[in-house]
């Protein structure tokens, strides 16, 4: 019987709990990368969407100027504020599928991980970050290789009583990511693609800059 898919709240609060403990190689690849990525959030003020149980927002914080973290599971959420690092992180509970609860031009990073996988498309949210950040800000995000989504892998999680639950999501090509960020008025610094040791892609990386003009 095939396994049952949740809506991504309702995943995610399921699987909170349990999320930081149980064997993730996709997880521990995107934390790899956040951790490459740090020298470039010194500093700064940062806002991380989709930031989960805030295990790279423990990683940023101590970094950063600011960080303002947002995410649509309260459960997740709740995780994430429990960490002394996180101390003085602001957490806002928010959908970024929707227009965020944020100023615009404030940050000079918005940064996320494995969480445009679950939004239908990605130029809403492109947009969003283009306006919350400040001219010549980056955005720096990575996610589950297409190569990989293909495979039909995506976020899942085992319940307490063992069931494999899928949490919904959402196939994105790096030519959807490349164009809509395009679209939304950034420009390319870098696009990335990150491997298993046996060669075989695991995640896929872009690091996009709001123009100085624009
Ligand atoms: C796979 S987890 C990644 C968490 C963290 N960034 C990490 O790398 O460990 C995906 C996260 O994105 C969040 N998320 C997914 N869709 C969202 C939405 N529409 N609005 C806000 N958060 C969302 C989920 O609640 C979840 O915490």
Request: glycine residues 10%.
């Amino acid at each position: 019987m095939p396994s049952p898919t949740v809506g991504v709240e309702a995943g995610y609060d399921r699987w909170a709990a349990t999320y930081d403990a149980v064997a993730n190689r996709t997880r521990d690849a995107a934390s790899a990368q956040v951790l490459d990525w740090r020298p470039l959030l010194a500093g700064k003020a940062v806002l991380e969407i989709g930031c989960g149980t805030g295990r790279n927002t423990a990683v940023i914080a101590p970094a950063a100027r600011e960080v303002d973290a947002v995410d649509i599971s309260q459960g997740m959420l709740a995780e994430a504020a429990r960490r002394p690092e996180c101390a003085e992180v602001r957490f806002v509970r928010a959908d970024i599928t929707r227009p965020l609860p944020l100023a615009s031009a404030r940050y000079e990073v918005v940064l996320e991980s494995l969480a445009l996988e679950h939004l239908p498309g990605v130029l809403g949210i492109f947009r969003e970050a283009f306006r919350v950040l400040r001219p010549g800000g980056e955005l720096l995000g990575c996610e589950l290789h297409p190569y990989r989504q293909l495979l039909g892998k995506q976020a899942r999680f085992e319940d307490a009583d063992g069931e494999e639950v899928l949490i919904e999501a959402y196939g994105h090509s790096i030519s959807e990511f490349a164009n809509a960020g395009v679209q939304a008025g950034f420009g390319i610094v870098e696009l990335q693609e990150r491997a298993d040791p046996s060669g075989e892609p695991r995640l896929f990386s872009f690091r996009f800059r709001r123009p100085l003009a624009g």
